[in-house]
């Protein structure tokens, strides 16, 4: 059974940064696609960003936010630099081990769900 663990949000003024981790146990995510999803209260869930043999962004934070894998601590991190009023949400990490295509953006893509980490935004 896979486990994933996010880490790393907190409160951040607008401007700031902050980098969200995302940590696997029960199998490693060098086989995997990852991606990350964000959820602010009242609204659906949304993809954020996801990362297989390429990285794949949402129009919202291209430029802003970068994804990265370091697999021998089997760790996904999600960069977030110039936050803004609009990105404070719980956001997940999420993985994909089937070999079926990547649609990186569909949250049914993903087989493994984190419990997610709470994002806030100061103005």
């Known amino acids: 059974q896979v486990q994933l663990v996010e880490s790393g949000g907190g409160l951040v003024q607008a401007g700031g940064s902050l980098r969200l981790s995302c940590a696997a146990s029960g199998r490693t995510f060098s086989n995997s696609a990852v991606g990350w999803f964000r959820q602010a209260p009242g609204k659906e869930r949304e993809f954020v960003a996801a990362?297989?043999?390429?990285?794949y962004y949402a129009d919202s934070v291209k430029g802003r936010f970068t994804i990265s894998r370091d697999n021998a601590k089997n760790t996904v991190y999600l960069q977030m630099h110039n936050l803004k009023p609009e990105d404070p949400a719980v956001y997940y990490c999420?993985?994909?081990?089937?070999?079926?295509?990547?649609?990186?953006?569909?949250?049914?893509?993903?087989?493994?769900w984190g419990q997610g980490t709470q994002v806030t935004v100061s103005t």
């Open positions: 999420a993985a994909k081990y089937s070999s079926s295509s990547f649609a990186y953006s569909k949250e049914e893509t993903y087989n493994y």
């Open positions: 990362i297989g043999g390429n990285s």
